[in-house]
């Protein structure tokens, strides 16, 4: 892959990438809605595709995502994503907590903190709540940065970046994902940081 202009400069260190993972990803998320879909657009099938990665549920081009809010640095958490589908008469509500790392570790027992504050507030089961830690090392890397315990978490998954692509834009004798028509999108999930 090309290296990204938006992510990676001369800076030696991260230059507070996480909070620009914040608003890309928001972005992202909320373009998978119903209002922004096309579905002839790749840009609308990367963005839904996430979605589902991040949800644990498949998203088609028939799921009617109603609605995607997106709080940024929620109570300390990178984001707090509501979710809002229609499914026939039923409306399913998922409420996601996102933890981003850029390339960093962990701290103060983050991920339960995090957890606790989140289930105080969607203590309904109205919600069905989903946590997500969500990196930048790649997927055979996470165990080793971040342990065996959360590697295996059934509760707190943890996803590369990688995992929130689709393959069927992969293109192996190019190592490229096909591109979206975003260059936004594309600087920031498609490119080598």
């Keep these: 892959m090309e290296k990204s202009l938006l992510m990676k400069d001369d800076t030696e260190a991260d230059g507070k990438a996480e909070i620009v993972m914040d ?25 839904r595709h996430m979605l589902g990665a991040l949800l644990g549920i498949t998203i088609t081009d028939d799921t009617n995502v109603v609605s995607i809010n ?22 399913l509500k998922y409420a996601l907590l996102i933890e981003n790392k850029y390339y960093t570790l962990l701290h103060d027992n ?10 105080e507030y969607y203590d309904t089961k109205e919600w069905n709540r989903a946590y997500r830690m969500v990196t930048c090392h790649e997927k055979e890397n996470i165990e080793k940065y971040y ?20 393959e069927k834009y992969w ?22 940081w």
């Design 70 to 91: 997106v709080w940024k640095e929620w109570r300390c958490i990178d984001l707090c994503v509501e979710v809002i589908i229609q499914d026939g008469d039923n409306e």
């Design 110 to 119: 983050q991920l339960n903190r995090y957890k606790e504050i989140f289930d």
């Design 171 to 192: 293109h192996k004798d190019t190592g490229t994902y096909e591109e979206t028509e975003s260059d936004i999108f594309n600087e920031f999930w498609l490119r080598k």
């Design 147 to 166: 342990g065996k315990e959360l590697a295996e978490s059934p509760e707190f998954k943890a996803l590369s970046f990688y995992d929130l692509l689709p």
């Design 23 to 47: 608003y890309v990803m928001s972005y992202s998320l909320r373009l998978a809605a119903n209002k922004y879909f096309k579905k002839d657009s790749k840009l609308s099938q990367y963005c």
